[in-house]
T-cell receptor
Framework: GAVVSQHPSWVICKSGTSVKIECRSLDFQATTMFWYRQFPKQSLMLMATSNEGSKATYEQGVEKDKFLINHASLTLSTLTVTSAHPEDSSFYIC???????????FGPGTRLTVT | AQTVTQSQPEMSVQEAETVTLSCTYDTSESDYYLFWYKQPPSRQMILVIRQEAYKQQNATENRFSVNFQKAAKSFSLKISDSQLGDAAMYFCAYRTSNTGGFKTIFGAGTRLFVKA
């Protein structure tokens, strides 16, 4: 079946630095990808919709200058957390939509810890 | 805006028995999809079952079935013959139509415990 990968699976960074998370669709070309954030024991909250070749659409309350999303190719979207703070520590999950089937496939997630 | 509500933070079931997880949603759309996802400790989201809103027949996948009541905006998941491997977090999810950008919105989740 379709596979979506994320890299890294776990990252620790210092407060004030930036960290980039990659999301790749391995079996199909994804014109649309989604980024979610999940705090411990909570649900997935949609952060933004990433569209290939255009600007991302952010959900209300998500700082677009802090969470930079780039979808430069049909198989790769990146989320950069800029000037990270401890409260940005969370589990970040991406998903990719297969345009031929409209199915949405989830990546395994990235655990971000900001110290 | 669409919302998804799961009113059961935790549920427990004896192995081999049946359990039903509840979900309600709110929308003004007529065309949409509903899903149940399983999230084990690995955190990988696993699709359990899918229901198209325009289909009246309830979806079934082996031991998993749904009770879809469109007018009541209710979408419950029934797990039959529960197994230890079914223990996980279960999320009910709503996917918007094309005009809504195909966004998937999740409920708060229900943690299912399976007792041996």
């Amino acid at each position: 079946g379709a596979v979506v990968s994320q890299h890294p699976s776990w990252v620790i960074c210092k407060s004030g630095t930036s960290v980039k998370i990659e999301c790749r669709s391995l079996d199909f070309q994804a014109t649309t990808m989604f980024w979610y954030r999940q705090f411990p024991k909570q649900s997935l909250m949609l952060m933004a919709t990433s569209n290939e070749g255009s600007k991302a659409t952010y959900e209300q309350g998500v700082e677009k200058d802090k969470f930079l999303i780039n979808h430069a190719s049909l198989t790769l979207s990146t989320l950069t957390v800029t000037s990270a703070h401890p409260e940005d520590s969370s589990f970040y999950i991406c998903s990719a939509r297969d345009p031929s089937t409209y199915e949405q496939y989830f990546g395994p997630g990235t655990r971000l810890t900001v110290t | 805006a669409q919302t998804v509500t799961q009113s059961q933070p935790e549920m427990s079931v004896q192995e081999a028995e049946t359990v039903t997880l509840s979900c309600t949603y709110d929308t003004s759309e007529s065309d949409y999809y509903l899903f149940w996802y399983k999230q084990p400790p690995s955190r990988q989201m696993i699709l359990v079952i899918r229901q198209e809103a325009y289909k009246q027949q309830n979806a079934t996948e082996n031991r998993f079935s749904v009770n879809f009541q469109k007018a009541a905006k209710s979408f419950s998941l029934k797990i039959s013959d529960s197994q230890l491997g079914d223990a996980a977090m279960y999320f009910c999810a709503y996917r918007t139509s094309n005009t809504g950008g195909f966004k998937t919105i999740f409920g708060a989740g229900t943690r299912l415990f399976v007792k041996a």
